[in-house]
């Protein structure tokens, strides 16, 4: 029992920081690429595709992670972060409304200590995993 819930934080504590480091890094990979529109265009998709990438790790993650969660609260609050994370990343895709940019790094960052809490804090017994 004890592998099944490290796993899944592990994963979801990866995720989550690559997706912070991705949202951090593009700003400059496209400053750094600006001279070439071509270039730009194309980095763009590729780019722009680990967003979706991030988000179905992060969904098995917290769908795992919260299976073997012994805290009813923290399975909310990952799935309440994962909700607006993917609401932030959907909204910049269509820009339905203005947000700023370091928006989507609360709900990110949140998912990582989340997934750290639930590391540290959260296990079930191997005989017994209720909720508390």
């Not at 934080?9 to 991705?22: F, N, Q, Y």
């Not at 993650?61 to 990343?89: H, P, R």
Request: aromatic content about 14%.
């Amino acid at each position: 029992m004890r592998e099944a819930t490290l796993k899944p934080d592990r994963i979801g504590i990866l995720a989550s920081s690559l997706c912070m480091v991705h949202c951090i890094a593009t700003p400059f990979i496209f400053i750094a690429q600006s001279c070439s529109t071509a270039c730009h265009e194309a980095t763009a998709t590729w780019w722009g595709s680990l967003d979706f990438l991030f988000l179905s790790i992060s969904l098995f993650a917290i769908y795992q992670s919260t299976k073997n969660s012994s805290k009813t609260w923290i399975k909310y609050a990952m799935w309440a972060s994962w909700f607006v994370l993917l609401a932030v990343i959907l909204n910049e895709k269509i820009q339905l409304i203005s947000l700023p940019e370091i928006a989507i790094y609360f709900p990110a960052f949140a998912l990582i200590l989340l997934h750290i809490y639930n590391l540290k804090y959260c296990r079930c017994q191997p005989d017994n995993c209720c909720s508390r």
